[in-house]
């Protein structure tokens, strides 16, 4: 491991990307970016970087792009074997540095773990778990409170509001979402 690198107790780093593969001889890193704004890479003058013995703060030098990938060079990475020590770590930001976002637009984890709220009689439909995202939209996977997983697309004919500061997300279901209240007294063979 590279002395040069600065360990750091933190853990709430939010991911914007993971290391790639060394590039050229100089340690050089290919970036695979976990953003939509990959050009945020320019923004940023240091990176934290997530590995299974914890997360290392390391200043950057320089950044370049070969078509809309990023790669860097960080400060005390300067071999293809000290850059190799790096493949697959988390690349991770402060989340006082995320970026603004559009109006209508939510960060990934300011939706986890909000709960699922039925436009029509505010009744609890379960909690967000994780977000899936698909070229024709993103879906919410929900679990319930039975314990179901139901898969739920993040389009605006369904969802109706979205409160971050809450932590809740208002839908119309649309029979998406319908699960008996109760199954007792229903029969299959009818």
Do not use: C
């Not at 491991?1 to 593969?21: F, K, N």
């Not at 986890?112 to 996977?141: F, H, K, M, T």
């Amino acid at each position: 491991m590279v002395t040069s690198m600065t360990a750091t107790p933190r853990t709430e780093y939010l991911q914007i990307g993971r290391i790639g593969r060394s590039r050229g001889l100089h340690g050089d890193l290919w970036v695979t970016p976990d953003t939509e704004w990959p050009e945020r890479f320019s923004l940023l003058e240091r990176v934290w970087l997530g590995t299974p013995r914890g997360w290392t703060e390391f200043e950057i030098e320089a950044v370049d792009y070969i078509g809309d990938r990023p790669v860097i060079k960080l400060v005390g990475i300067d071999s293809p074997e000290q850059a190799r020590e790096l493949t697959n770590a988390r690349v991770g930001i402060p989340p006082e540095q995320r970026l603004d976002l559009p109006a209508d637009r939510y960060y990934i984890f300011d939706l986890i773990g909000a709960v699922v709220i039925r436009e029509s009689d505010g009744q609890e439909l379960g909690v967000i778990d994780d977000i899936r995202a698909y070229p024709a939209n993103d879906v919410y996977i929900i679990t319930t409170k039975a314990g179901n997983e139901v898969l739920f697309p993040a389009v605006r004919t369904f969802v109706k509001e979205i409160d971050v500061a809450r932590r809740r997300i208002v839908v119309d279901p649309a029979g998406l979402f319908d699960e008996p209240d109760s199954v007792e007294g229903k029969r299959d063979d009818v």
